[in-house]
């Protein structure tokens, strides 16, 4: 059962905007997938990556 509001042992972040519930999910190869999990804080590095890609790819 998740915690109430205001809770002081709830979750918290310290993003300026929140994560959606939903992950996009995509596959990869077997190889590409253990180099992309063997990269410190991947996840993190890759939404910092991924506006600028998409920027990019939406110029083109």
């Known amino acids: ?7 002081k042992n709830r979750y918290t972040t310290n993003r300026d905007k929140p994560l959606t519930s939903s992950p996009v999910c995509f ?23 991924l506006p600028s890609l998409i920027e990019k790819w939406m110029a083109e």
């Open 27 to 49: 596959r990869l190869d077997e190889e590409l997938t253990i180099k992309l999990k063997s990269v410190p804080n991947w996840q993190e590095r890759l939404r910092q990556i």
């Open 1 to 7: 059962m998740p915690f109430r509001k205001g809770h």
